[in-house]
Nanobody
Framework: QEQLVESGGGLVQVGGSLRLSCAAS????????MGWFRRAPGKERELVAS????????DYTDSVKGRFTISRDNAKNTVYLQMNSLNLEDTAVYFC????????????????????WGKGAQVTVSS
């Protein structure tokens, strides 16, 4: 079992920045890829960013490329999502998730690749 707890969400104005953190416990964190998903009002959950177990490879959905950065600190069992230049369309509940396969060589890209999920953190961007 793995527990994931997100923090760092909140209210920010258009153009602002936030950094989300996801603290993991209960399973060997360092061997598993991680991802950040979001679910905007009235929309399906989408994968925003993902990272390999060692942090060497990352992947982003097109709408956040150049604005969001995913990173991880295996010594702290934590994955981060730095979000810059936020816009109204970024308003959503953000979830972190952990891969079900250990030592995957590429970032996990499908929702089915993830086994454990956090409860989510609300990010609201206002004008």
């Amino acid at each position: 079992q793995e527990q994931l707890v997100e923090s760092g969400g909140g209210l920010v104005q258009v153009g602002g920045s936030l950094r989300l953190s996801c603290a993991a416990s209960g399973r060997a964190f360092s061997g598993y890829g991680m991802g950040w998903f979001r679910r905007a009002p009235g929309k399906e959950r989408e994968l925003v960013a993902s990272i390999t177990w060692d942090g060497d490879m990352t992947d982003y959905t097109d709408s956040v490329k150049g604005r969001f950065t995913i990173s991880r600190d295996n010594a702290k069992n934590t994955v981060y999502l730095q979000m810059n230049s936020l816009n109204l369309e970024d308003t959503a509940v953000y979830f972190c998730a952990a891969d079900r396969v250990r030592w995957r060589s590429v970032p996990p890209l499908s929702r089915d690749a993830y086994e454990y999920w956090g409860k989510g953190a609300q990010v609201t961007v206002s004008s």
